[in-house]
Every structure is written in C-alpha cells, then in structure tokens.
Nanobody, 123 residues
C-alpha cells in the first residue's frame, strides 16, 4: 500500500510562495492519479489540484488556477505543488492523496492520504 508524506508547509506573507512536496513510499506514483486538497478550520476539505502521471494531465480549482502548479519529480517519486501569489484565504492544512484511475475532484474518490502540512498566509 502506498504511504504518502507531505512536506514544505510553513508561514509566508501574502504574495509569497511555497513549494509543497508529496513523497510516496511503498508504491510508484506512476500508477496513480495524485490530488492535492486543503482544509481550513471550520470548513470542508476542498479540491486544489490533480495530476495523472500517465499522460501528465492536470486540473485545478478555479480559486488557484494561474497561481498554483502541480508537477512530478520522476527521480524522487514525488508530486510537487508550487504555490505562488499566495493569499490569506489559502491558509489551510494541505493534503495529498492518490487514487487509481482518472482525475477526480471529490475527496471521497481518493484511497490513500498523507498526514497533511500546514500552510499559513499572513496579510
């Protein structure tokens, strides 16, 4: 079973950037669709971006389109979420997750999750 570990969260000022990584142990990510989700206090978990290793398809939530980029690091079996022009409303715990099959935005469609990494954007 794949095990996921997120890293790269932290505190940044509005307009700044952070780079999140999702590393997989146990299975190659090339067999999965990988998604990033986030959950702010008192809110439901929401879709951020997804990447399908085979074919390199990507999909973004409207709220992050043009600011966030999801990509892969073949050598490290890792998915990266580059976050630029961060806003205070991007503050949340960010999770990566995997599923077999194509891109989906619903969190219930994902089978394995990391423990999350906190992103805080100050105004």
């Amino acid at each position: 079973q794949v095990r996921l570990v997120e890293s790269g969260g932290g505190l940044v000022q509005a307009g700044g950037s952070l780079r999140l990584s999702c590393a997989a142990n146990g299975r190659a990510l090339s067999t999965y669709t990988v998604g990033w989700f986030r959950q702010a206090p008192g809110k439901e978990r929401e879709f951020v971006a997804a990447f399908t290793w085979s074919g390199g398809s990507t999909y973004y939530a409207d709220s992050v389109k043009g600011r966030f980029t999801i990509s892969r690091d073949n050598a490290e079996n890792t998915i990266v979420l580059q976050m630029n022009s961060l806003k205070p409303e991007d503050t949340a715990v960010y999770y990566c997750a995997v599923r077999q099959g194509g891109l989906r935005t619903a969190s219930r469609m994902y089978d394995a999750w990391g423990q999350g990494t906190q992103v805080t954007v100050s105004s």
